[in-house]
């Protein structure tokens, strides 16, 4: 007859939750795997699906009990750790989209806007298309399948155990945030340069003939020229994603380096 102990079933439960709880962590903050219109269950098994790959290559656990206080903790550890890489990735398609933002303003398409489930609020056109263009870019270079494979190598870069994370992982996650503002105005400076000179020159001419009604003129123009500067520079904005794409799954596996304890303590096998 074959029996078990509350050890060994306690090792199999840490062995499998653990682990589902980074993976679930990241799948609900990543992009496009964590869409909100995807549903829940589809999300649960593939979060389920993917931990049973990845569990029997996890390593050493630490040999606590998953509902004391320290297997509280370090169940808290995995699902900070997730949601920090997934919302590493998540910067990226944020700064394509300020870039249809500042690009909308400045066309004049203030008033266009959309409602997008993922912010739950208003997004403007333009800055929906281009977070379409990046996402379509994501899915063209594998990152879905590059990302859970950024995430099976963070159990290695990042163990499981039950010392506590280090606060330069933090530092390195605010640091990219800035990439936000950054790339979002490299982005979408060609649209706001050829709309900053068609401005100068509608002042120039408002001055020169003021009878000329210049917002019924203007609007027109600023509209045209920004649709064909952002039409010319689109084949010049998918090297630009590509290039944040892969430094999002970098910087993913960075922030898993700089959290893991400088000096890790004993991690017994379960």
């Known amino acids: 007859m074959i029996t078990f102990s509350s050890a060994d079933l306690n090792a199999w439960l840490i062995a499998f939750l653990w682990p589902l709880a980074r993976v679930l962590a990241l799948l609900a903050a990543t992009p496009v795997l964590g869409n909100m219109a995807t549903p829940t269950r589809v999300k649960i098994g593939l979060g389920v699906l993917i931990t049973l790959v990845i569990a029997p290559a996890v390593g ?30 998540r910067i990226v398609f944020s700064a394509v ?11 004049g398409l203030g008033f266009a806007t959309l409602f997008t489930p993922q912010s739950d609020g208003s997004t403007l ?3 929906k298309f281009l977070g379409l263009l990046a996402t379509l870019t994501f899915l063209s270079l594998n990152g879905h399948l590059l990302m859970l494979s ?3 190598e ?5 163990p ?10 933090w530092k390195k996650l605010a640091d990219w945030g800035g990439t936000i503002f950054l790339a979002g105005l490299k982005l979408a400076l060609p649209v706001v340069a050829a709309l900053l000179i068609v401005n100068l020159a509608l002042g120039i001419l408002t001055r020169a003939s003021p ?16 649709m064909v500067v952002l039409m010319l520079s689109l084949p010049y904005f998918t090297p630009v994603i590509e290039q944040l794409i892969t430094e999002g799954l970098e910087t993913m ?14 991690m017994p096998p379960s």
């Open 150 to 152: 950024v995430l099976a």
């Open 125 to 127: 056109v333009v800055g």
């Open 160 to 169: 499981i155990s039950i010392e506590p994370f280090s606060a330069v992982g």
């Open 97 to 107: 989209e300020l870039a249809g933002e500042i690009a909308g303003l400045q066309m």
């Open 253 to 266: 596996l960075e922030i898993a380096r700089a959290a893991r304890p400088s000096s890790p303590g004993p």
């Open 211 to 226: 009878q000329l009604n210049i917002f019924a003129v203007g609007f027109p123009i600023t509209l045209m020229v920004g």
């Open 154 to 158: 963070s159990f290695t870069a990042f």
């Open 60 to 89: 050493p656990l630490p040999n606590v009990e998953p509902a004391s206080p320290e297997g509280l903790l370090v169940l808290s550890q995995q699902i900070v750790i997730g949601l920090a890489m997934g919302f590493a990735m």
